[in-house]
C-alpha cells in the first residue's frame, strides 16, 4: 500500500495538471492568424465581414489625369469700391456693418469737414452768382430790343444800339463764367455728397452688394486717402490659384476649371480662366492664375477655400484605385492586395505603391500592384489595424 503523504502529493499534482490542461485552449485562439511573413495577415470570413473587407480587380482604365490645388475665392476687384475719405475730417457716424447689404447711392457714413462747409459755401454762392447774371442778361437783352425799336422809328440814336448791344454780349459772358463757376461748385458738392442744405460729407455706395470691410469708426478724425468701407458686388468672384509650372500648358485664358469648397462638399462649381501670368513667382516657383466664378445664385463667398482640379494631361490608360484603398504606413502609401482563401477567408499582403495623378476619386497607381490582382477597396483601415497589433505583439 502507497504511504498516505505520498497519495495526497500526487493528487495534488493531478489537480494541477489537469487544470493547466483546462485553460490553455483559450491562448491559443488568435484574431487573425499571423503569416510567416512581416508583410501578410490572414482573416477569417467572420473577420472579413466584421471589418468590412471589399476587394476588386485592379484593371487598366482609361483616366485624365488631373491635379488638386489650394484656390480661394476673392472679390471681384473690377466689381469691388473700396472707398476712402475724400478730405480730412470726422467721421460722425456710420450706418452699415459688414454683411449688410446695401444699394447704389445708399449713404455709408458721415464725415464733418472744413472742405465740406467750403465746398456748400461755393455752391450757394455759385447758384445765386448764376441767378445775378442771369437777371443782368435779361436785363441788358431788353435794352438792346428797345434800341433796336427806337432807332427802326427814327427816335434813338445808332450809337444807342452799339451800346445796348455790347452791353449784352458782356452780361452774355458773365453769365456763361458764373454757369462754370456754378458746374464746378456742384460737380464739387457732388463729389462730396453735399447738398445746399447740409455741409456734411456724405459717403455714398457706387454699387449694388455687401459690404466686406468697415474701418471707419465716429469720432476718428480721417485723413484724405484713408479707408473707410468697402463694398463689391456678390455676384461675381474671382478664383486665385498658384499653379506649378507642370500644368501651364493646360492653363489658357478662357478654359475651365472645377472646384470644390468644404462649406459643399457635395457641389462642383466652375470658374472660366481670365487671366494666367507671366512668369512664376520667384519664391514659390509657383504661376498664379485667375478665374472668374459667376455667383448670382450667391452660395459661395469671399475668402473661400476652395479645392481646384485642373486636368494636367492627356487621356492615358493606367491602374486606377479608390482613393479608400490607399493608406498611410509609417509615412508611405500602401494597398493591400488580398489572396481569397477557402470558407470565405483571405490573406492580405501590405504593397508599398508608387502613386501618380488623381482623376475625380481614384488615383492612378504607377508601380506596386499589376494588372488583374484583387485589391483591398473597402476596410483597409481594418487591416492597418491588425499589422499594427501584430508589430505590437513581435514587440
Not at 502529493?9 to 503569416?35: H, K, M, N
Not at 485667375?290 to 459661395?300: A, E, F, K, Y
Request: hydrophobic share 45%.
Amino acid at each position: 500500500m502507497m504511504p498516505r503523504t505520498l497519495a495526497v502529493r500526487l493528487a495534488v499534482l493531478s489537480g494541477v495538471a489537469l487544470f493547466g490542461g483546462c485553460t490553455a485552449s483559450p491562448r491559443q485562439e488568435a484574431a487573425p492568424e499571423a503569416s510567416e511573413a512581416a508583410d501578410t495577415v490572414r482573416f477569417s470570413a467572420a473577420q472579413v465581414d466584421h471589418g468590412g473587407v471589399r476587394w476588386s480587380e485592379a484593371k487598366l482604365e482609361a483616366m485624365v489625369p488631373t491635379l488638386e490645388l489650394t484656390g480661394q475665392l476673392v472679390p471681384d476687384e473690377d466689381h469691388t469700391a473700396r472707398l476712402a475719405s475724400p478730405v480730412e475730417g470726422r467721421v460722425m457716424s456710420v450706418s452699415v456693418r459688414i454683411g449688410d447689404r446695401v444699394q447704389q447711392g445708399q449713404t455709408l457714413a458721415l464725415l464733418q469737414s472744413p472742405t465740406g462747409s467750403a465746398a456748400r459755401a461755393d455752391l450757394v454762392k455759385g447758384d445765386a452768382d448764376v441767378a445775378s447774371k442771369r437777371a443782368a442778361l435779361a436785363y441788358a437783352r431788353s435794352a438792346r430790343e428797345r434800341a433796336e425799336r427806337l432807332l427802326a422809328a427814327k427816335a434813338g440814336a445808332r450809337q444807342e444800339l452799339d451800346r445796348a448791344r455790347a452791353d449784352e454780349e458782356l452780361a452774355a459772358s458773365a453769365f456763361a463764367a458764373a454757369e462754370a463757376e456754378a458746374t464746378r461748385a456742384r460737380a464739387a458738392a457732388s463729389q462730396l455728397g453735399i447738398s445746399a442744405d447740409s455741409d456734411e460729407v456724405h459717403l455714398r455706395s457706387p454699387l449694388q452688394g455687401i459690404v466686406i470691410a468697415r474701418d471707419a469708426l465716429p469720432g476718428v478724425v480721417v485723413m484724405p486717402g484713408g479707408a473707410l468701407v468697402s463694398v463689391t458686388d456678390p455676384s461675381r468672384l474671382w478664383l486665385e490659384v498658384a499653379a506649378p509650372d507642370s500644368a501651364t500648358q493646360t492653363l489658357r485664358p478662357g478654359g475651365r476649371v472645377t472646384f470644390t469648397v468644404s462649406a459643399l462638399p457635395n457641389e462642383v462649381f466652375e470658374a472660366r480662366i481670365e487671366n494666367v501670368g507671366g512668369s512664376l513667382d520667384p519664391e514659390t516657383r509657383m504661376l498664379p492664375v485667375r478665374g472668374v466664378v459667376d455667383n448670382r445664385t450667391g452660395r459661395l463667398r469671399p475668402n473661400m477655400f476652395a479645392t481646384v482640379v485642373l486636368e494636367s494631361g492627356a487621356d492615358t490608360q493606367a491602374l486606377g484605385v479608390p482613393d479608400a484603398a490607399i493608406v498611410l504606413v509609417d509615412e508611405k502609401p500602401v494597398v493591400f492586395v488580398a489572396t481569397p482563401e477557402a470558407g470565405g477567408g483571405a490573406r492580405f499582403e501590405r504593397r508599398a505603391v508608387r502613386l501618380g495623378r488623381k482623376d475625380g476619386a481614384r488615383t492612378l497607381v504607377t508601380g506596386g500592384v499589376r494588372a488583374g490582382e484583387k485589391v483591398v477597396v473597402e476596410g483597409a483601415f481594418a487591416i492597418k489595424a491588425q499589422f499594427e497589433r501584430s508589430k505590437m505583439a513581435e514587440g
